[in-house]
């Protein structure tokens, strides 16, 4: 079994920025991609970025520019790097890992929320 964890979220003005992190742990597993997702309130999840084995990355075309997904191998973790975050950014943030088999394993979400 394969365990997510985030940390880095939490409360923030307009134009700054957070750091998420999601650690992998458990069972060892063949990585596809890791990626994070988002979900704000009466919303559906959404994909935020996404970074493959190949250091391939996706971004949705709303954080374009603004957020920056890495990974440490090593440490079976990756990163967002989240700058000028705007109150639309407010959701909680979900670590994805899917697997060579397509499996799926989640986070449990942080919540980041932008306000003055």
């Known amino acids: 079994q394969v365990q997510l964890v985030e940390s880095g979220g939490g409360l923030v003005q307009p134009g700054g920025s957070l750091r998420l992190s999601c650690a992998a742990s458990?069972?060892?597993?063949?990585?596809?991609?890791m990626g994070w997702y988002r979900q704000a309130p009466g919303k559906e999840r959404e994909l935020v970025a996404s970074?493959?084995?190949?250091?391939?990355?996706n971004y949705a075309d709303s954080v374009k520019g603004r957020f920056t997904i890495s990974r440490d191998n090593a440490q079976n973790t990756v990163y967002l790097q989240m700058n000028s975050l705007k109150p639309e950014d407010t959701a909680v943030y979900y670590c994805?890992?899917?697997?060579?088999?397509?499996?799926?394993?989640w986070g449990k979400g942080t919540l980041v929320t932008v306000s003055s």
């Open positions: 970074i493959t084995s190949g250091d391939s990355t």
């Open positions: 458990g069972s060892s597993v063949s990585i596809r991609v």
């Open positions: 994805n890992l899917r697997s060579s088999f397509f499996i799926n394993y």
